[in-house]
């Protein structure tokens, strides 16, 4: 009897024993199914998406395996992203060495292209997580051209200053070792003076543009009358005009303004018709119209000149460039007028249009913004 009580209580024993495990092990189960899911935190940190949107510079995500996570619009554009990866092989071997001891690397680069132009860039790459990097471009293909474009105007002035000093050095000797030939003298001493005019000239169109290399607002603007423009233009050419025959006809429409600097808008209009006579061959003729167009004013300097090819139109506004360089020295032409006029345009809110055919001749539009003013004012 004894043995089969104890059989009895160690069963009893045992179910009790059980049941508590079973129990337990259902309020485990209940506990894991209520209990909060861990998730892992996100490959991009949240708002650095918001951030590279708002980046003046072209930013890419790159991960731990070069691969492209997030790219901003305009790196895309500028050809860093291709196919999900980083196009350039120097950005990628940048990031590399980033990988290896996590010091952010610096470089500039040329990234080419098929049928484009080189663009040039400064890249920064550094780690922003343990398994991120932050590629930041620089786009300096502009700032390259302005540094190309200054470096060639340093070394354009250069060049052409010498042209009229060196002469001058020439001349002054000769006049020194003609002092016995009193007509020798006279002829030096002319030429000395058209040399020093034509120094005195590029002087001063060099002091223009620099003045208006900005295309930003005069602070002198005022009204001014298109039709007093004009006859100064004319009156600044006549001489020139009647000694190789040239008939300088114009015809503005009455009450004609603009607003802008009166300085540089003369400048402008003397500049076109200068250019006109002197690239008119003589017995030619050239024509200023100044006319209403809706909104704007257009002044047109046309002439029956020798015309520019069509393969030199994008560039005669370029500082120093000449259709005809032999014409332009023989006549003291510098190449800066054109250029200067583009600003002048610019600075006064309007723009220049040109026309040519060779053989022909050519038209220069200087279109500006129209006032209306009221009887009182004209």
């Known amino acids: 009897m004894e043995v089969s009580a104890s059989y009895v209580i160690v069963g009893m024993l045992g179910v009790v024993v059980g049941a508590a495990l079973a129990w337990i092990w259902r309020l485990s189960e209940r506990r894991q199914e209520s209990a909060p899911e861990v998730e892992e935190p996100p490959l991009v940190p949240p708002g650095v998406k918001d951030v590279l949107a708002v980046l003046s510079s072209s930013a890419v995500l790159i991960d731990d395996a070069d691969a492209v996570v997030q790219a901003s619009a305009p790196a895309v554009a500028l050809g860093i992203v291709k196919d999900g990866e980083l196009a350039p092989p120097e950005l990628t071997e940048l990031s590399r060495q980033v990988r290896r001891d996590g010091q952010a690397r610096e470089a500039d680069l040329t990234i080419r292209q098929r049928r484009r132009p080189p663009i040039y860039v400064h890249a920064r790459v550094a780690a922003l997580t343990s398994r991120l990097q932050l590629v930041l471009i620089h786009d300096r293909t502009r700032e390259r051209q302005v540094e190309t474009i200054r ?118 209009v003397s500049n076109l018709v200068e250019n006109a006579v002197t690239y008119s061959d003589p017995g030619g003729k050239v024509s200023v119209v100044a006319s209403r167009d809706q909104e704007d004013v257009r002044i047109k300097v046309s002439d029956t000149g020798i015309g520019i090819p069509d393969t030199e139109l994008d560039r005669i506004f370029e500082r120093f460039y000449r259709v005809d360089p032999a014409r332009a020295r023989s006549t003291g032409g510098t190449g800066l007028g054109l250029s200067i006029v583009k600003h002048v345009a610019a600075s006064n809110g309007g723009t220049v249009e040109v026309w040519s055919e060779p053989g022909l001749g050519s038209s220069f539009t200087l279109v500006l913004p129209a006032v209306t003013l009221d009887e009182e004012q004209l």
């Open 151 to 268: 470096r060639d105007f340093v070394a354009n002035v250069s060049h052409e200053l010498k042209t009229p000093i060196g002469a001058l050095n020439l001349l002054a000797e000769a006049v020194g070792e003609a002092k016995d030939d009193p007509e020798a003298v006279a002829r030096f001493s002319e030429r000395m003076q058209a040399e020093s005019e034509r120094l005195t000239r590029l002087v001063q169109q060099i002091i223009d543009l620099s003045r208006l290399q900005n295309d930003t607002a005069s602070e002198d603007a005022t009204e001014v009358k298109v039709c007093e423009l004009v006859s100064e233009a004319v009156e600044h050419s006549t001489t020139e005009a009647e000694s190789k025959d040239i008939e300088i006809a114009t015809h503005v429409e009455p009450h004609l303004v603009v607003h802008g600097d009166r300085a540089q808008l003369h400048s402008a």
